[in-house]
């Protein structure tokens, strides 16, 4: 999910999400970008009531932002209680006052996490600077591993998902979201992925690898892959291990969903389990997730899998699946019409290439082939793309809906 600028208003700061199914139209409240703007009761009601009258159905409450603290008080991960000068009520229960008022006006209501994110690294807060710095990322730059917080690039401070220790203190905080919020009608992981193909060359990581593949690693990270120099840049050169090391990424991330799930389900059997992703799935491996369904043959049509990354395919695992269609070109025509592209790429993952897949048009419906109706999929749009051309963004809602 892309960082929002706090000032906008609020139907700038959010994600919007549409289903043809339902005709559901969902809002995402990022708990930075609204921090002072909802610190309160009456603030929360004003923004609800806004949602309703606009044609909003389903509101997602961010309540673990990319900092790993929470705005619930919790016996696991430290409280959200300020953020850049600003403090929250001590008598404010937040997401039980979007939940209570919430469903007065039928809304449903949806709580989010990100997941393998514990650090704001523009800040240096969070906990991988606080409580835990041996969960962060370990990247593999061609300057050689780096620990994530030291890449000042990359806003978001990314954790090992393959650490045990680390899904475990997830998967507690989940449940006791859920625990706490019996009111509450879903919940959406967000983040649940690597941070991009150099995360994560820990010696956690390695020995986990090494069990997978029986192999010992003699060679590593070269195992994996090196870097060479062409035309002046450095470029990473794949070693034997390489589509291995792909497959094993995204079986660490299934297992996960199948945790996750498990959790969720046993915390509140009704709760809607969701997840949200990027839409670009052809470099989408990079950052560890098969979000497609299980019946997808990913070998067939992509080099860089193998014949058992397909059941790492993890769509029937969910309630809801929200996918970002980043993409300034609505159309799939458009992107042939232009040479330059109109808005950045900058997610993880992201690819400059120039393709009919990378539209609002030509990834939603790559979604829904990928995906093959395991679960409600909504297509979600990056407002701020969008700020300076109103009819582009009008454009945009049409499709998705």
């Known amino acids: 999910m892309m960082p929002r600028k706090p000032l906008l208003l609020l139907l700038l700061t959010l994600t919007v999400f549409t289903a ?10 990022d708990a930075h970008a609204n921090y002072k703007r909802l610190s309160s009761s009456d603030s929360i009601r004003f923004y609800l009531q806004r949602s309703k009258e606009v044609g909003v159905t389903d509101v997602v409450v961010d309540m673990k932002p990319i900092t790993g603290f929470v705005l619930w008080k919790s ?22 006052t979007f939940i209570d008022e919430g469903h007065k006006l039928g809304l449903t209501i949806h709580a989010s996490i990100n997941v393998f994110s514990g650090g704001h690294n523009h800040f240096n807060k969070g906990i991988i600077y606080q409580d ?9 730059l061609d300057t ?39 009111g509450l009608d879903g919940v959406i992981l967000d983040r649940v992925r690597y941070d991009g193909f150099e995360a994560d060359f820990s010696d956690v990581s390695r020995k986990l690898f090494e069990k997978y593949t029986g192999k010992k690693l ?61 839409a670009w799935y052809p470099t989408y491996y990079e950052v560890g997730v098969n979000w497609a369904s299980n019946k997808y043959d990913v070998a067939k049509e992509y080099s860089w899998a193998t014949p058992k990354y397909q059941q790492y395919g993890y769509a029937e695992l969910l309630d809801l699946y929200t996918t970002g269609c980043y993409y300034y070109e609505v159309t799939k025509e458009e992107v042939h019409q232009s040479n330059t592209y109109k808005a950045a790429r900058t997610e993880a993952g992201m690819s400059t290439q120039r393709s009919p897949v ?31 051309n109103k009819d582009q963004f009008i454009k945009a809602m049409q499709i998705c809906l």
């Open 132 to 140: 835990h710095p041996e969960w962060q990322s370990i990247n593999y």
């Open 144 to 182: 050689g591993l780096t620990k994530i917080s030291a890449i000042k690039s990359k806003y978001s401070g990314m954790l090992n998902p393959a650490d045990p220790k680390v899904q475990q203190y997830q998967l507690n905080l989940l449940k006791e979201l859920i625990k706490k919020h019996p």
């Open 358 to 388: 990378y539209s609002v048009e030509g990834s939603a419906e790559r979604a829904m082939e990928l995906t093959k109706g395991a679960a409600p999929l909504l297509g979600g749009l990056y407002v701020e793309q969008y700020e300076k």
């Open 20 to 29: 043809s199914a339902q005709k559901r139209v969902m809002l995402w409240f």
């Open 218 to 278: 003699v060679n590593f990270p070269a195992d994996i892959y090196s870097y060479t120099k062409k035309d002046g840049k450095s470029v990473k050169t794949p070693g034997p291990l390489y589509k291995q090391w792909i497959e094993w990424r995204a079986s660490v991330i299934y297992d996960f969903f199948v945790k996750a799930r498990t959790t969720a389900k046993k915390a509140n059997a009704k709760i809607i389990f969701g997840d949200y992703t990027g």
């Open 75 to 96: 016996k696991y991960a430290p409280y959200l209680g300020e953020w850049q000068g600003n403090t929250m009520p001590a008598g404010l229960n937040y997401l039980q």
